[in-house]
């Protein structure tokens, strides 16, 4: 059988490359993505350089607007 659009086919299962024969890694983790340090360590130097609980830049109009003045 011959594909309608010349040059679409894939090559010959003997001639196929790893990725397109279907092989898959063993190892999720060796995929190359994800932090190269612990994801701990990774997350924890990311918190470090944030605020520790940053104010809404609205929430002392709202708490102005809102609130009952006697």
């Not at 001639?15 to 997350?43: I, L």
């Amino acid at each position: 059988m011959s594909a309608p659009n010349a040059g679409r086919q894939s090559p010959d299962p003997e001639r196929q490359s790893g990725a397109q024969a279907g092989q898959t890694s063993d190892n999720v983790n060796a995929q190359g993505a994800g932090p190269k340090e612990g994801a701990e360590q990774a997350s924890d130097k990311t918190k470090e350089s944030l605020s520790s609980n940053p104010e809404h830049p609205l929430k002392e109009h709202s708490e102005e607007t809102t609130s009952k003045k006697v």
